[in-house]
């Protein structure tokens, strides 16, 4: 069930907003497009009034929504553009592709639980929003539709995955949190066939990426 969004849902929108500039969130698209779709469309109706509150929420499967800064963050490091063709591996409840699509994007996302992959086709479809859903191991990524401009790793891999490094176009960028217990925010841009430029920009916590063996085994 959709909840409308009325204006206090509006009003709360926009003061998650003014939060994110004043943790030095400055790029204009990604506040646009945060402003524009509602948070609380992803969240449990039990979270409801929590939706625009700068914390990580529970959803299905033991799986999180991730806190309004790291969507932001992340979205802001990926450095959308119009028109690009973006994977993001780990839908969960379906508001960082959302927020993707909004800006304008070709976007395709890819889930392992089988409840948040149909829960949140669902809810595209509700929303009327044109996002190609997968379910599957995000390691393998989508090699139909590859490459692509951008992608995104919304759950903590150990290392950074050798396929969606391979899926990732000339000059494409990647953001993905890598390690273990704690991850740091990786960016890699692929220079060429065989070089990348990796930076860090800071810690993190993310749910676990899992591996094909243990996908295969639930």
């Known amino acids: 069930m959709i909840i409308a969004d009325t204006t206090l849902y509006q009003g709360m929108r926009a003061k998650m907003i003014e939060q994110l500039r004043k943790k030095e969130i400055f790029d204009e698209n990604v506040l646009q497009a945060m402003k524009t779709m509602p948070r609380h469309y992803f969240v449990p109706f039990s979270l409801i009034a929590h939706s625009y509150q700068d914390q990580a929420l529970p959803i299905a499967c033991q799986q999180t929504i991730s806190q309004p800064y790291t969507v932001a963050f992340q979205t802001t490091l990926l450095s959308v553009k119009p028109d690009m063709k973006i994977l993001e591996i780990g ?38 929003l044109n996002i190609a859903t997968k ?37 494409g960028i990647m953001i993905c949190p890598t390690g273990d217990k704690c991850q740091e925010m990786k960016k890699i841009v692929k220079t060429d066939e065989n070089n990348l430029n990796i930076t860090t920009h800071g810690y993190c916590a993310f749910v676990p990426m899992l591996s094909q063996t243990e996908y295969q085994s639930q």
């Open 91 to 128: 839908t969960g409840s379906g508001y960082q592709a959302a927020i993707l699509k909004t800006m304008n994007t070709t976007v395709y996302t890819i889930e392992r639980h089988r409840q948040l992959y149909e829960d949140a086709k669902h809810l595209f479809a509700t929303l009327k």
């Open 135 to 171: 379910h599957g191991d995000g390691h393998a990524g989508w090699t139909e539709f590859a490459p692509f401009d951008r992608i995104i790793v919304t759950c903590g891999a150990t290392t950074i995955p050798e396929k969606l490094i391979a899926q990732l176009k000339i000059g």
